[in-house]
């Protein structure tokens, strides 16, 4: 999600066109065409800007419903329901889906396999959804930071976070024996669930940092992140 504001001037969009199967939007006021997934000004008189990342969630319906349960939903406009996308998993799975340019011998991931893309510290990386879903969670480092990414019980959602808390780098694992979803941290033995709050232990109620996390095709995120690293297995690899 990106900040519509720029330059003290809110900016309202529409979809143009596509550009390696991600959208293109053009804004009303100046008539500047934006690619989607990096939020930079590609044509135009705003060329060269790019917008500001906003904090975003992307979780099934009912982990959304049990954090907010006040939440409002939009309804379906019936007029248009033959055009909305199914939620169902595999409309993003890729298969069927034409896709640019011809698979390289030396790629490490299939063009249209699902990653949920990480960025920090000027670094990018890649991390396939099978293998999130195998060790979940990953520890891992980026660009300097201690990041964490975690599957939910639903094995769709996915979040990362910062897991360094107030100067301690945390190690989290999985708590085996438990019927829900939770997390305990190594140095302190505190229980933490899928919003990175603390929910027992020396550390209840701290919360961890939330950071942004784009679920994409590989070809898309590769193309739009050209030095990227991938994550397989344990192995960090360079395309």
Do not use: C, H
Not at 8 to 21: D, R
Not at 186 to 199: K, L, M, N, R
């Amino acid at each position: 999600m990106w900040e519509s504001t720029v330059g003290g001037t809110i900016l309202t969009f529409k979809l143009v066109g596509l550009n390696n199967q991600n959208f293109i939007m053009e804004d009303e006021q100046t008539g500047t065409w934006w690619q989607q997934v990096t939020g930079e000004a590609i044509q135009g008189p705003l060329k060269g800007k790019r917008l500001q990342l906003r904090p975003f969630d992307e979780v099934s319906f009912g982990i959304w419903k049990r954090e907010y349960p006040d939440t409002r939903v939009l309804a379906l406009d019936e007029e248009y329901a033959e055009f909305y996308f199914s939620p169902r998993e595999e409309r993003r799975s890729g298969e069927g889906m034409p896709l640019p340019g011809e698979p390289q011998p030396d790629d490490p991931l299939e063009r249209g396999q699902l990653v949920l893309g990480l960025q920090s510290g000027g670094r990018s990386k890649a991390y396939p959804m099978e293998v999130l879903r195998q060790q979940n969670p990953i520890a891992d480092s980026l660009g300097g930071r201690a990041v964490l990414l975690v599957v939910a019980a639903d094995d769709r959602s996915v979040r990362a976070f910062d897991r360094e808390l107030e100067g301690q780098r945390l190690d989290l694992y999985r708590k085996a024996d438990s019927s829900r979803l939770l997390l305990i941290d190594a140095q302190t033995g505190s229980e933490w669930d899928f919003t990175g709050t603390a929910v027992s232990g020396p550390l209840k109620d701290r919360q961890l940092r939330r950071l942004p996390v784009i679920k994409d095709f590989w070809f898309d995120w590769k193309k739009f992140n050209p030095d990227t690293l991938v994550y397989q297995a344990g192995i960090t690899a360079k395309p």
